[in-house]
């Protein structure tokens, strides 16, 4: 063998033995990415899990809002007729004492 077909080889198995180095921490590298990866996918469903309860938490709220508002406006409606009432029968008092029979 030459001398250059030697130098090669050692080359050659030099490259060899480098990348088997690297194959573990390449692979170590991996299960890390991975471990990333699924915790994120966890952190993702845990937030859509609080997003879901989170709608149901505020389709409750704006029921009840609709529901306040309804009840408002029978409070209002129901003054309304109650002072417009009062000032009818005011006005009849007034009249019948300014005319006595």
Known sequence: MSTKSRSRNRDCGAAIA???AM?????????????????????????????????????????QLRQSRTEAQRAREEAREVRQ?????????????????
């Open 18 to 20: 480098l990348c088997a």
């Open 23 to 63: 194959v573990p921490a390449v692979a170590d590298a991996q299960d890390a990415a991975i471990g990333r990866i699924e915790a994120i996918e966890r952190k993702i469903r845990g937030l859509q899990s609080e997003l879901k309860q989170l709608k149901g938490e505020l389709g409750q709220a704006k029921q």
């Open 85 to 101: 009432d009062a000032i009818g029968r005011c006005r009849l008092g007034h009249h019948r004492r300014a005319h006595p029979l």
